[in-house]
């Protein structure tokens, strides 16, 4: 919405490749690890990761890799199998997004931030501006004094920084170092927390007015009716691979795009593959294929209609069909704004369910030429529409069903 509102825009992928819980995966990871090797009665570390998939990344690894980790310690090869694990996971994750539609610009590391020195340039900035105090062997954001229930800790009492810490000079580098005016972050439900203390940090600074995160809550599926419970750690999980195997890309990103950040989405499965007006996506994009069907026809009887005469456009509900194509730039402009893009599907499926009634009592090839120009210049409007819409959303606008 934002590149078509014609802001230039960059596409960036936040890796999270340091800390205590990629600490914990690399652990569980060099426990599965030594499992291949014939090793028994291993145990993961608490919180670890007991999902299929970790055995899965271990056993790539011990493939790809032959036994180059074979005589390290338990520690040194979580150390050194977290981030090959964290390769094969990005390098999986860059094809499936590709496959759904998104495209990356950037891959940025955490770690990346600590190398670069640019961590540290922030906390110096911070304790400048009087944000920061040393206290118990740490170093902490005196996020109290700016309305926070508690500190935030930005370098741990062993020295280590924290997730916050890093957090905030990353952002402090996109918004200052490199000079965007803008930067939005996609998070998930449970970084409410982190939201807040980031808003304090970027006010801090002075880039409050420049950061927004817009926090969406977590995705249920629905198959046979029963709800899929999920959890990363436990297994209970679907990879979107599977998603779009079951009902393709199209039903995946007009259903995941149905309801707006701050509500959960219900993702029925028998209802993303039905061929029925019940499925939203199916319903709209039969709009569009039904207008290239009479084009076809139209073109095969030789018809143009650049010079058609809309006046003859009063039918009952032909202005209803006029009035929402004229509300698409608005619709455009405002979404650019709010990050709102949920109203997109809604609109889709509202000019497509103003075009369908009127389509069915309304034949379009008649043997008056004026009025048939008239409603084939109708039809091209809406399609029009249609593709600008299907094109945001990242869904096909298809020519025949």
Same mark, same amino acid.
């Given at each position: 919405?934002?590149?078509?509102?014609?802001?230039?825009?960059?596409?960036?992928?936040?890796?999270?490749?340091?800390?205590?819980?990629?600490?914990?995966?690399?652990?569980?990871?060099?426990?599965?690890?030594?499992?291949?090797?014939?090793?028994?009665?291993? *145990?993961?570390?608490?919180?670890?990761?007991? &999902?299929?998939?970790?055995?899965?990344?271990?056993?790539?690894?011990?493939?790809?890799?032959?036994?180059?980790?074979?005589?390290?310690?338990? +520690?040194?090869?979580?150390?050194?199998?977290?981030?090959?694990?964290?390769?094969?996971?990005?390098?999986?994750?860059?094809?499936?997004?590709?496959? #759904?539609?998104?495209?990356? !610009?950037?891959?940025?590391?955490?770690?990346?931030?600590?190398?670069?020195?640019?961590?540290?340039?922030?906390?110096?900035?911070?304790?400048?501006?009087?944000? /920061? *105090?040393?206290?118990?062997?740490?170093?902490? #954001?005196?996020?109290?004094?700016?309305?926070?229930?508690? !500190?935030?800790?930005?370098?741990?009492?062993?020295?280590?920084?924290?997730?916050?810490?890093?957090?905030?000079?990353?952002?402090?580098?996109?918004?200052?170092?490199?000079?965007?005016?803008?930067?939005?972050?996609?998070?998930?439900?449970?970084?409410?927390?982190?939201?807040?203390?980031?808003?304090?940090?970027?006010?801090?600074?002075?880039?409050?007015?420049?950061?927004?995160? /817009?926090?969406?809550?977590?995705?249920?599926?629905?198959? +046979?009716?029963?709800?899929?419970?999920?959890?990363?750690?436990?297994?209970?999980?679907?990879?979107?691979?599977?998603?779009? !195997? &079951?009902?393709?890309?199209?039903?995946?990103?007009?259903?995941?795009?149905?309801?707006?950040?701050?509500?959960?989405?219900?993702?029925?499965?028998?209802?993303?593959?039905?061929?029925?007006? +019940?499925?939203?996506?199916?319903?709209?994009?039969?709009?569009?294929?039904?207008?290239?069907?009479?084009?076809?026809?139209?073109?095969?009887?030789?018809?143009?209609?650049?010079?058609? !005469?809309?006046?003859?456009?009063?039918?009952?509900?032909?202005?209803?069909?006029?009035?929402?194509?004229?509300?698409?730039? +608005?619709?455009?402009?405002?979404?650019?704004?709010?990050?709102?893009?949920?109203?997109?599907?809604?609109?889709?499926?509202?000019?497509?369910?103003?075009?369908?009634?009127?389509?069915?009592?309304?034949?379009?090839?008649?043997?008056?030429?004026?009025?048939?120009?008239?409603?084939?210049?109708?039809?091209?409007?809406?399609?029009?529409?249609?593709?600008?819409?299907?094109?945001?959303?990242?869904?096909?606008?298809?020519?025949?069903?």
């Amino acid at each position: 919405m934002l590149s078509f509102a014609g802001a230039a825009v960059v596409r960036e992928y936040y890796v999270n490749d340091s800390g205590n819980q990629i600490e914990i995966f690399g652990r569980t990871l060099a426990v599965r690890y030594r499992e291949l090797c014939g090793e028994t009665g291993l *145990e993961i570390p608490e919180g670890g990761y007991a &999902a299929p998939y970790v055995s899965e990344l271990a056993r790539q690894i011990r493939v790809e890799d032959a036994a180059r980790y074979d005589g390290l310690s338990l +520690e040194e090869q979580a150390r050194a199998l977290a981030p090959r694990a964290i390769e094969l996971l990005v390098a999986g994750h860059k094809v499936t997004a590709e496959r #759904f539609g998104i495209r990356f !610009d950037n891959f940025t590391y955490e770690t990346s931030l600590l190398y670069s020195g640019y961590f540290e340039e922030t906390v110096a900035e911070l304790r400048r501006r009087g944000h /920061v *105090e040393d206290r118990d062997g740490a170093v902490w #954001f005196r996020s109290r004094e700016l309305g926070e229930d508690i !500190d935030s800790v930005l370098v741990r009492s062993n020295g280590l920084p924290t997730y916050f810490g890093v957090d905030v000079a990353y952002h402090r580098k996109v918004l200052s170092g490199l000079g965007f005016d803008r930067k939005i972050d996609i998070w998930g439900a449970n970084t409410h927390g982190h939201a807040r203390r980031m808003k304090l940090a970027m006010g801090a600074l002075d880039l409050g007015e420049k950061w927004q995160v /817009v926090i969406y809550q977590f995705v249920k599926f629905i198959h +046979e009716g029963v709800l899929v419970k999920m959890g990363k750690r436990t297994g209970q999980f679907l990879l979107l691979d599977d998603v779009l !195997d &079951a009902v393709g890309v199209d039903a995946t990103r007009f259903f995941l795009l149905q309801s707006g950040a701050d509500r959960s989405l219900d993702f029925d499965f028998e209802l993303a593959v039905q061929q029925s007006n +019940e499925n939203p996506v199916y319903y709209a994009q039969y709009a569009h294929a039904r207008i290239t069907s009479v084009f076809r026809n139209a073109r095969e009887q030789g018809l143009t209609w650049d010079d058609a !005469d809309l006046s003859l456009l009063d039918d009952p509900g032909v202005l209803d069909v006029v009035r929402s194509c004229l509300r698409f730039p +608005e619709l455009a402009a405002d979404l650019a704004e709010t990050a709102q893009v949920h109203q997109l599907t809604a609109y889709a499926s509202e000019l497509a369910g103003l075009f369908h009634p009127w389509y069915k009592v309304n034949r379009v090839l008649t043997d008056d030429r004026g009025l048939t120009k008239a409603r084939l210049r109708l039809l091209e409007a809406v399609a029009v529409t249609l593709r600008q819409a299907f094109a945001l959303l990242g869904v096909s606008a298809p020519e025949q069903m």
